[in-house]
């Protein structure tokens, strides 16, 4: 018998709590990341006010310097603590397989200077439309189509961009491609990248609509990701005909891998939250997992080095707390965590390498304090453990500890 009957797996993205001990091996625009600390520069540098995060113990997770306006509670009522990564990585989908339990030991390839005029023929080819060379390279998602939007308007020419994440973008007016036709030209890129010398984890259709000088992306993108090269612990879970849940993205994250019940995309943080109050609220949903990603804190306001917008983001999630709170059955158990670090106050545009906060919370719950510092995967390891499944590849259980 299970010791918590539901779990729900939060994935705040991008929000880090401080820099990893090998931070100082990965580099932002050049900048060593040992200095980034997303959660502790937005609250030294524009305040954060989390009460609710803050009641569950943020504030208590061990870090040299306190949290500045998260203050610790003396008696919070839920557990934390920080994980580390061990994983070669710092994007999304290293950090997400990581808390399913997969250790990547290889790294995804970076396009830092565009992708190869080979991959760029290829695409032209199929889709029988151009492709705008000079977007080729790491850009801004929003930038890119400031820049070139007007020239696809006239031309109906690809506008195909990267970013430091092992990714290649293709952004299209949905009024000048359609969306349909973008996203088989995003299978066809997916198709010709799953191996090297051009593995890539993703390939994002992002599609847009209006007008040069006030173009805005839709809620139309899709993300194409490869199969994880080994079971995770949601496999384990769906082979023992455990329930399921995505919300979000995580079900393309995954390829779909372990996933029996999908919750669909999420217009915004908030859309997400309701999908994840609806999932927990069905009548369906008697036992099992769900599993939440909230982009908004990295797509929005971390690439973009917004620490205002990235705070009141923080801030928003927070005021949903008790409503997701309140959706918990006694016996479900609670946990926030995030796939890696996006400090908005840092050099460049990139992620960052960080540990990520772990909360958790039960009605249910007897006692509360800190859990040892541990690893990503030591997330999938107690949802093993509490499902009676084998975990995948790493992790240990903190099962016990959960009182």
């Not at 977007?135 to 970013?163: C, H, W």
């Not at 191996?195 to 890539?200: G, N, Q």
């Not at 069905?282 to 705070?311: I, Q, W």
């Amino acid at each position: 018998m299970s010791k918590f009957n539901r779990m729900h797996l939060i994935v705040l993205d991008s929000v880090g709590i401080g820099a990893a001990p090998d931070a100082n091996n990965f580099v932002n625009a050049g900048v060593p990341d040992g200095a980034s600390d997303t959660l502790g520069h937005i609250s030294k540098t524009v305040g954060l006010n989390v009460p609710n995060m803050a009641k569950l113990g943020l504030g208590n997770i061990p870090r040299e310097q306190p949290l500045k306006t998260v203050p610790a509670e003396s008696n919070p009522t839920g557990y934390a603590t920080k994980l580390e990564e061990v994983s070669l990585g710092k994007d999304t989908m290293t950090g997400h397989w990581e808390i399913m339990g997969l250790n990547i030991t290889e790294p995804f390839d970076t396009f830092w200077n565009g992708f190869p005029e080979e991959i760029l023929t290829q695409i032209e080819e199929f889709s029988g439309r151009k492709v705008i060379r000079e977007a080729n390279k790491p850009y801004s998602g929003t930038a890119v189509i400031d820049d070139f939007g007007p020239r696809q308007m006239e031309t109906g020419e690809l506008i195909i961009y990267t970013s430091a994440d092992p990714v290649l973008q293709i952004a299209a007016h949905e009024d000048i491609i359609p969306v349909e036709e973008l996203y088989r030209i995003c299978e066809f890129a997916r198709s010709i990248t799953l191996e090297r010398p051009a593995l890539l984890g993703r390939i994002i259709a992002r599609p847009y609509v209006g007008e040069p000088g006030n173009f805005t992306r839709t809620s139309n993108r899709r993300d194409l990701a490869i199969s994880p090269f080994a079971p995770t612990v949601l496999d384990k879970l769906n082979e023992a005909g455990i329930d399921t849940y995505s919300v979000g993205k995580i079900s393309d994250i995954f390829n779909g891998e372990g996933i029996n019940h999908d919750m669909g995309h999420n217009k915004s943080n908030n859309h997400g939250v309701d999908n994840l109050i609806k999932a927990m609220t069905s009548e369906d949903f008697k036992h099992g997992f769900s599993f939440t990603n909230l982009v908004d804190f990295d797509a929005l306001y971390g690439h973009r080095r917004n620490p205002h917008g990235y705070r009141d983001c923080l801030h928003e999630f927070d005021q949903r707390l008790p409503e997701i709170i309140a959706a918990m059955r006694e016996d479900d158990l609670l946990m926030i965590t995030a796939d890696h670090g996006n400090d908005p106050t840092y050099a460049g545009t990139d992620h960052t390498r960080e540990y990520i906060p772990f909360l958790a919370y039960s009605p249910s719950f007897k006692g509360n304090g800190l859990i040892p510092v541990g690893h990503f995967a030591d997330i999938s390891a107690t949802i093993a453990d509490n499902f009676g499944v084998e975990k995948a590849m790493i992790g240990e259980s903190f099962l016990d500890k959960l009182v």
